[in-house]
């Protein structure tokens, strides 16, 4: 997605981050609070310290710090790249429209905080078939259970985790159905959609690798092992490959992730459980989330179709241009015929009438026979520039319609670029 961007100078953003909050500047530009925070440390920009706005709110006056010139000029010019006003304008009027009851919805976090999920007697219709796999298929060596289909959207968590996670997609699903939402389960690949527009998604555990700390068993094993080379005079041979463990463990932190799999430069695509949140309490958030990218899906949809509308419209445009300079050309050469020969027989006229008539009465021998087929010739020559040898030639050929089905409204068409568009 091509980013808006927006220069200002370095003096400029420093007086916009004293005279507004960073969290009103920030989504003004259409960037994070600390995207925007960011923006201004690498430009050495000072931002207002905590409280700074409590006392302007209380009529009190803290001291601005001077603005102080930089000798790296280029910090002095300030780009901001913001995502979010490229986006479609429904994409956009929909965040805006989530973010003007953002309040509710940061009452509904806190109320449900300390919330589970309610249980289930039987999974959603539309995720049943992989919550069913789920909860049947084995763990590997690590404990990992994981299914998916072949594009890789499905779910891969501990298998301690699984009917925390196997909640989570029940309770995403029930909540898109109430959105006119519809999650499907393909070929074990998750997806929503509505209409033709499908946004897939996944749900896995994260986990962190470390160093394998070996057990007393591995520890005998591998005592043993070495005992078993010394008496065969192999231990000058050994390199460490045998050894009776890994070299590191891939440890599940039993924190879950939600993330949808589409390309949105500017929309968020993951949630996952942080240290005052978890993946229960943003599952409405989640299903906002994904209304957004399938909002977006559709409207890039939409734009391809009326770019290949168009562009299908362009191609038919200038194939009715190359039958039109065809057609021209078919009339030039029809034209140049008759002209050609018009212009041979004035020239044979010409020649006659310029004869002396007494040398053309009672010329004889080979002159006598040129005046002759010239005289011929001069007689052919104008049968074939007649009226009817003319209607003759344009008979079953459409060089002149009555109406014209070649004709473009619009004129001409550009011609196309270097790579032929």
């Not at 976090?109 to 589970?116: C, F, G, M, P």
């Not at 009817?388 to 619009?410: I, M, S, V």
């Amino acid at each position: 997605m091509p980013k808006k961007t927006q220069t200002l100078s370095r003096r400029e953003l420093f007086d916009l981050v004293w005279s507004t909050q960073v969290t009103k500047l920030a989504g003004d530009f259409g960037m994070s609070d600390r995207g925007f925070s960011k923006l201004c440390t690498r430009h050495k920009v000072p931002t207002p310290p905590r409280g700074y706005w409590a006392k302007i709110e209380a009529g009190g006056e803290p001291q601005i710090p001077p603005f102080l010139e930089l000798r790296n000029r280029s910090l002095d010019v300030v780009q901001i790249n913001s995502a979010f006003h490229a986006l479609p304008s429904d994409v956009r009027n929909a965040i805006e429209a989530k973010i003007s009851v953002r309040s509710e919805a940061v009452k509904r976090k806190t109320a449900r905080a300390s919330e589970t999920l309610p249980t289930f007697d039987k999974p959603h219709r539309s995720v049943s078939s992989i919550i069913r796999k789920v909860r049947q298929s084995k763990p590997d060596d690590d404990g990992r259970v994981a299914v998916m289909g072949p594009r890789k959207h499905g779910m891969s968590v501990h298998f301690t985790s699984v009917e925390r996670a196997v909640s989570i997609l029940d309770a995403i699903s029930r909540i898109a159905e109430e959105r006119g939402l519809e999650v499907a389960c393909d070929e074990m690949d998750l997806s929503v959609s509505l209409g033709q527009d499908k946004v897939p998604f996944g749900l896995t555990e994260k986990t962190k690798r470390e160093k394998h700390v070996p057990t007393p068993d591995e520890l005998a094993e591998e005592e043993r092992r070495k005992a078993r080379l010394r008496r065969n005079d192999w231990d000058s041979f050994d390199f460490g490959f045998g050894r009776p463990w890994p070299g590191h463990d891939t440890i599940f932190t039993g924190q879950i992730s939600f993330g949808a799999d589409v390309w949105a430069d500017g929309l968020r695509k993951t949630w996952s459980d942080g240290k005052t949140q978890s993946v229960e309490m943003l599952i409405p958030d989640i299903v906002d989330g994904l209304e957004l990218l399938i909002l977006h899906v559709k409207a890039r949809r939409e734009e391809s179709e009326e770019r290949a509308r168009k562009d299908e419209i362009l191609r038919h445009r200038r194939h009715l241009a190359k039958l039109r300079s065809d057609r021209e050309d078919a009339r030039v050469s029809l034209m140049r015929e008759p002209v050609d020969l018009r212009r041979e027989a004035n020239d044979i006229r010409n020649w006659l009438d310029d004869m002396p008539e007494e040398t053309r009465a009672n010329a004889t021998g080979n002159l006598g026979r040129m005046i002759d087929w010239a005289e011929a010739r001069l007689a052919d020559l104008v049968s074939k520039t007649t009226v009817g040898a003319a209607e003759a030639k344009l008979e079953g050929r459409e060089l002149f319609p009555e109406n014209d089905e070649l004709e473009d409204p619009q004129g001409e068409p550009p011609p196309p670029g270097p790579y032929g568009w």
